[in-house]
Structures are given as C-alpha cells and as structure tokens.
C-alpha cells in the first residue's frame, strides 16, 4: 500500500507540474519564452542592392542565443561580387552585437541590367548546436555602372579614330614616296644649289551640297652643294565639315633630308600631326590626338622603265575624348585617353612604257601595316553616379597587296579650237590579309574614264564607269559629269550625275578655287 501511495504522489507531482506550463497563461500569469531547440544566425538586410559604381550593399548578422564556444562565420562571393570582411567572430561576451557585412559588386564591362549575386556563408565552431546549424544568406541585386552601357558603342568609336589615324599616317607616307619617285623620274637637270623652292603655301576651298572642306599643303626645298643632299620642309592642313562625319581637321609637318643620283634616290624623315574629329553619330564630343613619326624611303630605277620604291615608318600617339553618350536613364559622360604604336612598311614596282599613241602603266604593290593601343582608362559618369573602367581596343593588323595595270589614250587637238580627248582604262586587283590569322579577302575592280576636254572654253566633259567585287558583294556605277574651271578664281565648277548600284540616281555641285 505504500509503494502505491508513492506512485500516486509521482504522479500528481508530474500532473501539477504540466498544468503549471501549460495553465498558467490562461490563468492571468505572465508566460516565459521558450528557449529554441536549435540557435540561428539572425539576418537583418539593411540594403540588398549594389553597384558596379562602388556602393555596396549591406548585410547585418549576430547569435540567436550565447554559444558555448566562439562562433566564426566564414563568408564569400561569387563571380558578380565580393564580401568583406571575409570572417565574423562572435564570442561569449559579445554574441548578440550585429557585424555589417558588405557586398560589393565586381565591376566588368558587360551591359548586363540588372543582375544578381549570391553571397555564401560557412560555420566554424565547438559549439554543438551552433555547428549542427545550415545558414543562408540572401541574394544581391546588382545594377550595372555608368561605363558598362557605353563601353560598346565607345570601343567602336575609339576603333574608328584610331583606324582613321593610321590611313592618315598611310596617305602622308604614300605622299613622301610619290613625290621622290617624281624627282627621281625628272632627274637633276636644272637644280642649283639653295632654295629650289622658297616657302610657299598652297590649296584649295571646296563647297558641295553636303560637306565643305580647306585642304593645302605649305612648306619649301632646299638643295646643299655639299653631298647633294636635298632638304625638304613639307605640311599638310584640311578642315572639313559634313552632315555625316560633323568636323574633322589635321594638321601635319615633315622635314625630309635625301640624297639623289641618276638612277637612285634615298631619304629619311621625321615630323608630328595634330588632329581634332567631331564625334556625331554614336556619340556627342570630340577626339583630339597628337602624334610623332619618323622613318626612311628610297625609290631605285631598273631597266629605265620600272621604279621600285620602298619605305618603313614607326608612328607614336597620344589621343584624348570627351564624349557625351544619351541612355534612357540620362547622358552619360566619358572622359579618357589612349596611346598607340605603330608600324607601317611596304615596297612597290611601277613603270611606264609608251606604244604609239597609248601608254602602259603597270603597278604593283605590297604594304604592312601594324598598330597596337594600350588600354585605355575610361571614367563614365552619369549624374553624381560615376565609375572607373577600362577598355580594350583591338590592334590593328594586315597585309594590303594590289596589282593594277593602267592603259592610257591622249589625243591632243591639232587646231587651235578643238577638243582634246583621252581614255584610261585599268583593271586592278587587290588582296588583304589578317597577319595574325592568315584570312585572305581579295578584290578585283575595274576603272574606265573618257575625257574630252574643249581647248577655248576649258570646259571637260567626262563619262566615267567603275566595278569593283570580292567575295562578299558586288559594286557598280556610273558618273557623268561636267567641269568648268574659273579663270578669276584659279579654281572650277563641277556637276556630276550617276548611278549607282542599286539603281539610286545620285547628283552632287561641286564649287572649288585654289589659292
């Protein structure tokens, strides 16, 4: 009897204490919180948004309840972010302070929108429960810098300037070797020792429909008797403006120093350029670059017929943008700069053999161009939102090869009041490859120009037809037109009307005087 008295005494005890945890708030006494079978990492998201700018996003944590033992969060980002610090450590004294973790967004040049990220987090403990625990943190949302929207639309801009740079540095080299082939071609007969030609500046003024432009050249010629060494100052200046490329100017100057025999002509040469492009169709703003060359030539006559001419040229630039991009959530302006280097080589063969009343103009020719741009460090901003980036422009390489055979016809009036008439015909085939990869792309064109000039009025009246096709496309038109040259003005009026290949009529009024 009385061990079931103390099983009936158990049991009541057990009964009371139940009704105790159970009973007591529907009876007016204040509950207690219940202590959780498991702790948490309590997560506070202050702000789950970062930028490619440099604002991060921000990421409160502390303990649920004291651990046994301190608690280490290791943390990390992904390939879209970064976190810092990597490690937060929680003791026993200090479990409930909130740590700030920050996201930051990794900056690229891809115009991805808005994106995300997902930061990672890992549990370093002796505490049991606190390692027995799977913790997770929210995803970021990121959004893209200022530069990310208008590194594509800039990298074709920077492109175009610098590929337009090097056809310049291409034209004022073709120019140097043009012009000794000339000298060479027109021997010494005639030079004295001093100034050949004294400074003089010379050019032209030329106003169409949709463009104007000032092109002239400037500088003076120098012989020394002394080693026959010829010394020539030589400039060039254009200033253009149309609808489709706005304004462009180059200013240029090269001093040449050669020496000349009857049948070999040698030089070197060194000069800069200044230039300055309007920028209209991607973008607002301008280009401005400077530049230094330098480089040697030489023209050899074989036969007395066929000349080969050669040159090697290095080109050193510095150009600097500012450009104003539109974008739906308001302009973005860029700011920065890149420098090149560059090499330009090439060798040619030409001659020219008369037959009768026609002459042959055989030419061949093969030029290597190489130029390659540092990175360029870009700053976009866009309101007070602004980032760093840098661009990459592609080198530019290739291997330009071209054969040309040109016949020509003048048959000159034999009276006084006549019609002077000619005809040049030339079929040309070209070729340019990549040197890196070896692609080849080869072209083959066809010129053909009739003339017939009137000797009293000087008026000229000509019928030109061109075709040109590769691989790709097909090109052909036709251009009548009609010059008349102002004898006040030193210049002429020309009217053309043609065809192009699509059928599309085409007419242009030209006005020009030289000075």
């Known amino acids: 009897m009385a061990d079931r008295k103390r099983l009936r005494s158990v049991s009541m005890r057990k009964a009371a204490s139940l009704c105790a945890l159970l009973c007591l708030p529907s009876m007016g006494f204040p509950a207690q919180s219940a202590v959780p079978l498991l702790p948490e990492i309590l997560i506070t998201a202050d702000d789950l948004q970062a930028s490619e700018s440099g604002d991060p996003a921000v990421i409160r944590l502390s303990l649920s309840r004291q651990p046994d033992a301190a608690v280490t969060l290791t943390l990390q980002g992904d390939k879209e972010c970064r976190v810092s610090p990597n490690k937060l450590t929680y003791r026993t004294s200090d479990w409930d302070r909130a ?35 799977a913790a997770a943190l929210p995803s970021v949302e990121i959004k893209d810098a200022p530069a990310d929207a208008i590194f594509a639309r800039l990298e074709t801009i920077l492109r175009k300037d610098f590929s337009a740079t090097l056809l310049q540095q291409q034209a004022i080299v073709s120019g140097i070797v043009s012009d000794a082939t000339r000298r060479l071609i027109r021997g010494r007969y005639g030079i004295k020792c001093g100034a050949v030609k004294p400074f003089d500046v010379s050019g032209q003024v030329e106003i169409k429909e949709t463009s104007r432009a000032v092109r002239g050249s400037f500088g003076e010629e120098t012989v020394s008797c002394h080693g ?22 180059l200013l240029s100057y090269t001093h040449m120093v050669e020496t000349q025999s009857a049948r070999m002509l040698k030089g070197h040469f060194v000069g800069g350029y200044g230039s300055e492009a309007a920028v209209e169709k991607l973008a607002m703003g301008t280009i401005s670059g400077a530049g230094t ?53 090439g060798i040619g063969l030409s001659g020219q053999r008369a037959a009768g009343p026609f002459v042959l103009h055989p030419k061949a020719d093969m030029r290597l161009t190489y130029g390659d741009v540092s990175s360029s460090r870009v700053r976009a901003a866009q309101g007070p ?20 055979l040109g016949f020509e016809f003048d048959h000159p009036s034999l009276a006084s009041v006549g019609w002077d008439r000619s005809v040049w015909f030339a ?35 000509s019928l030109g037809l061109e075709a040109q096709a590769d691989r790709t496309s097909r090109w052909r038109g036709v251009t009548v037109s009609r010059t008349v040259a102002l004898d006040s003005a030193g210049g002429h009026v020309r009217t053309s009307l043609g065809m192009n290949d699509r059928s599309k009529p085409t007419y242009e009024y030209a006005f020009s005087f030289e000075f």
């Open 385 to 404: 939102s602004h980032s760093f980036g840098t661009l990459d422009v592609p080198a530019y390489q290739g291997l330009r090869s071209g054969l040309e």
């Open 293 to 345: 060359y330098a480089g040697l030539y030489g023209v050899q006559r074989f036969r007395k017929i066929l000349l080969l001419s050669y040159f090697a040229s290095a080109v050193l630039g510095h150009h600097t943008y500012d450009l104003q991009f539109p974008n739906s959530n308001g302009e973005i302006d860029a700011r920065g700069s890149y420098d090149y280097a560059a090499g330009l080589a």
């Open 228 to 249: 026959a060494r010829r010394q020539i100052g030589s400039g060039r200046f254009a200033l253009s403006d149309s609808e489709t490329l706005g304004r462009q100017s």
């Open 99 to 133: 740590q700030a973790l920050s996201v930051l967004a990794i900056p690229d040049a891809a115009p991805e929108g808005l994106h995300r990220c997902q930061p990672l987090i890992s549990i370093e403990t002796e505490d049991r429960e606190y390692k027995a625990i």
């Open 427 to 461: 079929p040309r085939l070209g070729c340019l490859s990549d040197v890196v990869q070896g692609d080849l792309d080869c072209d083959s064109g066809l010129k053909m120009q009739f003339d017939a000039a009137h000797t009293v009025s000087r008026t000229r009246y």
